[in-house]
DNA sequence: ACACAACTATAACACTTGTTATTTTACAAG
DNA sequence: CTTGTAAAATAACAAGTGTTATAGTTGTGT
């Protein structure tokens, strides 16, 4: 009765995302989605309302591949938090673009940063038990410490003023866990 | 010989700074500075080339801005680092939108993270010599490691993710200063 | 007083943005 | 095959950008 649609919904959300990954927030225009997609404008106001919307959708999708990074990481490390932190810091180095918009800019989230961190694994509350269980005492507090020191080094490899390997991360937030809590 | 000039090169350059810290760079266009000193858009490109070199203009004050506020900082801590973190967690509070263009726009940035932070006092050599002095063994790895930390918390300030007064951020670097030489 | 040159304002150009109106296209039911 | 309808393409609008061309204004040396 009529037109298929050629246009779907995630080829626009799909190339939506690859562009914020490659090119930043500022780069998702209309026309410049429509072009990469291979197609006019008027799909994407067919599928969503406004650009708004879109911009919405792509935050959620990068919410929702940090949390899968962040799932899949392997965990080496054998102290509280030195694992989480180490994924989260590699996660600045490897998507410096999804970085920024999730934890550096603050207008755009809609979700704070302990609610995109904690996720559905509740990985910082399992993070604060194992350092619990392994008799640290006020382990909230070390956490925090922790995590301005683990948000420090991210938001350094954003300007090239931090790049350890993996592994030197890990040793370093290893060894800085023992000092906040020998502290 | 000649008509006098009613604008200078310093309300445009003072408007378009003032415009930074309040609205940030993205708010300093040719029209909306002309709006804000009170005239039309040609003198702003006859006193600079293009608007290109309006940014930069602004960018070297800001340099200059932070330089000085990093002076005239109270310096009441006693451990090397602390005074020079406390300050520069201020004015991460305090100038939200110069400190994102000096230390977080990998893009913008002319002059590194070091050049800005050492400047013409030498801060970090200053803060490290200390260190030295004061029997630390090695303060360059240690200075590295408290710059993380320090820079950390900067970060989180922008996003509200924290929010400790002077006082308690002194204690917290002198406290970290401490775990971090005892390591 | 006049003329010249520097400064300023106005207007325009070319481009980009989000969004919408209009037209064309394609597909499936009758 | 015709027809209706949804999808897509084209084109346009209004707003905003940097930049420049043009015109007007103003102050000073002659």
Known sequence: ????????????????????????????TARKVAAKVGCSTQPIFRVYKNMEELWDAVYDKAVQYFQDYLSLFPRTGKRPFSNLGVAYISFAKEEKKLFELLFLSGGMGKRSMYEILNGDNGNVVYEINLARVQGCEEPEDIFNKMWIFIHGAACLT????????????????EQTYDGFTKM
């Open 158 to 173: 954003l300007t090239n003023n931090y790049d350890l390997s993996n592994v030197q991360t890990l040793e370093l937030l």
């Open 1 to 28: 009765m009529a037109r298929k649609e050629s246009v779907t919904i995630d080829m626009i959300l799909d190339t939506s995302f690859a562009m914020m990954r490659e090119e930043g927030f500022q780069n998702i």
